[in-house]
């Protein structure tokens, strides 16, 4: 019974020797041009020759130190490849570093190696960014273009124009732009601005090594606004005058060329009713005699002021002639 088990072992070995043989395996190889920045690279590999059997794992493995193995690094996909051309991303590499990879297949317990590539990591690299010119305006809104000359050694993430008082930074107001650009111009819309103040913007750029700043641009805003003015109380009233007193609180964005009070017997005067007209004002308070009124007669009265942008009034206050 025992020559027999050993006859049987015999019989079982020769035949799966002989599977062994019949077995062909998958042949690999990594293609030339991979792409590698300062933290990742992608790289493309090539089953030149599937083999016979089904695979159970395939992908790329890589180390520092050369013929890298299943046991270093790895990207792996389960299953019989679907095409014979596969790319595979290494992430988390060290900038500057000089790494060995070789794609892998397995089939049982043996595992197929491609012929092995070295590759360098590129250094640390931000991206290149340019500022731009101011190219619109409109009430507390700048229009200005930007460039980005170059990406870096990753991918850009998020750009835009970043402004403030002094030199600005991400931390402090900023437009952010997140669509895909490695290289070319890009437009920012600046919102929420003061009129007449000076500001002082940079285009930036983020990328996983960090941020990078454009070309400090200054521009001072243009003023639009009119004057302020209030209309205080009315002094001296009497059947045919009285004194009516304002302030001019802001001159606005330009000189006032003209100020003073209108009145009518109708709500809401202005300058096409009469008027006083003071030439070249400034803040302050300032005094109009109101003459040639009629007696026992209600008058309505505003304080006005006028520069380039416009003409503003204060409050309306109204009196009765005695």
Excluded at 40 to 51: K, N, R, Y
Excluded at 57 to 81: E, F
Aim: aromatic share 10%.
């Amino acid at each position: 019974m025992l020559r027999y088990s050993w006859l049987i072992l015999l019989i079982f070995i020769m035949g799966a020797c002989k599977l062994e043989d019949q077995l062909v395996y998958p042949e690999l190889t990594i293609r030339p041009n991979w792409v590698v920045t300062d933290y990742d690279a992608t790289i493309t590999s090539e089953f030149v020759s599937l083999g016979n059997a089904s695979i159970n794992v395939y992908g790329i493995c890589w180390n520092k130190t050369g013929d890298p193995t299943t046991r270093d690094s790895l990207v792996s996909y389960s299953g019989q490849p679907p095409i014979e051309v596969f790319s595979s991303s290494l992430s988390d590499l060290s900038p500057a570093t000089t790494y060995y990879a070789r794609a892998f297949s397995r089939i049982g317990l043996k595992t197929s190696y491609s012929n092995q590539i070295t590759f360098k990591t590129l250094p640390i690299q931000l991206p290149s960014v340019s500022t731009g010119n101011v190219t619109d305006e409109a009430i507390g809104t700048l229009s200005i273009q930007g460039t980005i000359n170059t990406q870096g050694a990753s991918a850009i993430t998020e750009y835009g124009h970043c402004w403030g008082i002094s030199t600005p930074t991400i931390n402090n107001q900023r437009t952010i732009l997140t669509s895909t650009l490695s290289q070319g111009n890009f437009t920012s819309q600046l919102r929420g601005l003061n009129n007449n103040t000076k500001y002082v913007i940079r285009a930036y750029a983020k990328n996983a090594t960090g941020v990078s700043y454009g070309n400090e641009l200054t521009y001072i805003t243009s003023c639009k606004s009119a004057p302020t003015v209030v209309s205080n109380n009315i002094d001296n009233i009497s059947a045919q005058s009285a004194i009516a007193n304002g302030t001019i609180s802001s001159i606005g964005c330009s000189e006032v060329t003209e100020y003073g009070h209108c009145w009518s017997t109708t709500p809401n005067p202005t300058t096409a009713n009469q008027r006083t007209i003071f030439k070249q004002g400034s803040a302050g308070a300032f005094s109009s005699a109101l003459s040639g009124l009629n007696s026992k007669t209600a008058y309505y009265v505003r304080a006005y002021a006028i520069n380039s942008q416009g003409t503003s009034y204060g409050n309306q206050v109204s009196i009765i002639t005695l």
